[in-house]
């Protein structure tokens, strides 16, 4: 079956997640090859501030899904969600050392991304997407939530 033209929205959700991709990518980047110490130091730094062992690992492949995939277009919904709870502790962990402003190194900025992370899980796929996100509904009909799935 032969798929619609990409309508507006559609661009806007591609267009929205190339940025979050590419900014993922640059992240990683000084996360790897600008911090002193590499991704170890930021690590550490985590472990030595109080969060919990599985913190890292997890933050690491957030990102990673968001450098690979997003870009490309794979299960975007998805990985944007993944991503979203790492944000949030991002923004925890800036707004209880430096407040809430971007010029004091705090919790804006993050926010800024969990704002952009919420839109894409809205937005969804987007056009040339190469592996589309499951359908939601479909999803919840699956797995026995269809009164959930009839909301909408």
């Known amino acids: 079956m032969a798929r619609a033209p990409a309508s507006r929205g559609e661009h806007a959700a591609l267009l929205l997640r190339v940025i979050i991709g590419s900014l993922f990518i640059v992240h990683l ?6 911090l002193a110490g590499g991704a170890q130091a ?4 985590l472990i030595r501030s109080g969060y919990p062992a599985f913190v890292p690992p997890y933050v690491l492949s957030a990102e990673f899904a968001g450098a690979l995939l997003l870009i490309p277009g794979v299960w975007t919904r998805w990985v944007a969600l993944y991503a979203a709870p790492m944000m949030i502790g991002a923004a925890q962990f800036w707004w209880a050392r430096k407040g809430f402003y971007f010029t004091k190194a ?4 993050p926010l800024v991304w969990l704002a ?5 899980v809205l ?3 987007g056009s040339y997407a190469l592996v589309r996100s499951p359908d939601l509904r479909g999803l919840a009909m699956r797995l ?5 799935a009839r909301v909408r």
């Open 29 to 34: 980047y000084w996360k790897f090859a600008v």
């Open 106 to 109: 705090g919790a804006e900025l």
């Open 116 to 120: 952009l992370l919420a839109l894409q």
């Open 123 to 125: 937005a969804g796929d």
């Open 42 to 45: 930021w690590s550490s730094g």
């Open 144 to 148: 026995g939530l269809g009164g959930w």
